[in-house]
């Protein structure tokens, strides 16, 4: 009997959770810019908050701008962040895409994503690049398996709201831990250590329009250099970043040896070198992330992951095809004048 109510309680629990995602999802869907909230831990609330500059009060504003702070205070000196979001300009927050995790109970804020939406040139025509922003974690709480929601969940829900279209991605790091979580999630990443990476002039282009338009972004003042070949920022911690600058034995590994050797070989620590990483988010990517990084035991989860191999295998060529307000790939907009459609 306790046997049969314990798999009736397991049961609901899981129904419970699956209705609180579709919830989220059809949300996601939804809403011209996002503002969800989703219970991704016991005892936790995430909420995902596309452009605040825009969409939030002057207070509620405030408050998120103080919750980032609270955040960031807790790992560094008080003020020693000042670009980007920490300056609380609504200019800056009108492009960023932010991620706050907090204690359900409480409302004290734990950890945080902070993405910037850049306009890059690609081919003669506008880009939008994601940019993967500052990720900040309250060390109290280090440890709790948070990784898989900073790292990836935003990103999955643009994917998935901008109909499955692959999108471009950028990071800036020097720590080995991240570098390898961007080269082992998305696709077709440069710069990586593995043997098919290759620098596409896709790659170069995007890599310079950023490096021209939107050093502010990630805290890299005009002085740095780039080396094109390698994708490095030379003397990167000049521009308002100078807190978030680590020495190679401090700065968190991966647990794959290649990526702390690549940025040992190629980053100069004692100067301050980043690295600058492009690639994809698509189906492969998503793919991977659902299944690497998200908990297998979540039953949404699964349930997403076979959702996107049946999107993939029979409704996303149907999709693409018949949206004809939107180019992909080698297909293009219907392209209207005065007169109509021509």
Not at 87 to 115: C, D, H, M, Q, W
Not at 222 to 251: Q, W
Not at 263 to 278: K, P
Request: charged letters at 20%; hydrophobic letters at 45%.
């Amino acid at each position: 009997m306790a046997s049969w109510w314990s798999s009736g309680w397991e049961i609901r629990s899981a129904l419970a959770r699956l209705s609180g995602h579709a919830v989220f999802w059809l949300k996601a869907f939804s809403q011209e810019t996002i503002d969800l909230t989703l219970r991704t831990h016991s005892g936790l609330r995430t909420r995902i908050i596309e452009c605040p500059g825009l969409s939030l009060s002057q207070p509620d504003l405030d408050q998120l701008v103080a919750d980032l702070r609270a955040v960031a205070g807790k790992t560094l000196p008080a003020g020693s962040l000042t670009y980007g979001i920490f300056s609380g300009e609504r200019e800056r927050l009108a492009r960023a895409i932010v991620t706050l995790i907090s204690e359900e109970g409480t409302g004290r804020p734990i950890a945080f994503n902070a993405l910037s939406v850049m306009d890059v040139e690609l081919d003669g025509e506008p880009q939008q690049v994601t940019h993967l922003g500052l990720v900040m974690v309250d060390p109290d709480v280090q440890g709790q398996g948070l990784s898989w929601v900073l790292y990836g969940l935003t990103t999955l829900v643009l994917f998935a709201r901008d109909g499955l279209r692959p999108k471009w991605i950028s990071n800036v790091t020097q720590v080995p831990a991240v570098f390898g979580m961007v080269c082992d999630t998305f696709s077709d990443v440069f710069p990586s250590p593995a043997a098919a990476a290759r620098q596409s002039f896709a790659h170069l282009q995007l890599a310079r329009g950023i490096m021209r338009d939107h050093r502010a972004v990630f805290g890299v003042g005009s002085e740095a250099g780039f080396d094109e070949g390698r994708f490095v920022i030379t003397d990167a911690y000049t521009g308002g970043s100078d807190a978030l600058k680590k020495t190679y034995d401090v700065a968190p590994k991966h647990r794959d040896e290649q990526y702390n050797a690549f940025c040992a070989h190629e980053l100069n620590y004692d100067r301050g070198d980043d690295v600058l990483q492009l690639g994809r988010i698509d189906l492969a990517g998503a793919r991977r992330y659902l299944m690497s990084e998200v908990p297998h035991g979540s039953l949404p989860a699964l349930l997403a992951a076979s959702a996107m191999l049946a999107l993939q295998r029979l409704v996303l060529p149907i999709v693409y095809w018949t949206d004809d307000a939107r180019a992909f790939g080698t297909l293009r907009p219907r392209v209207r004048d005065a007169e109509g459609p021509r």
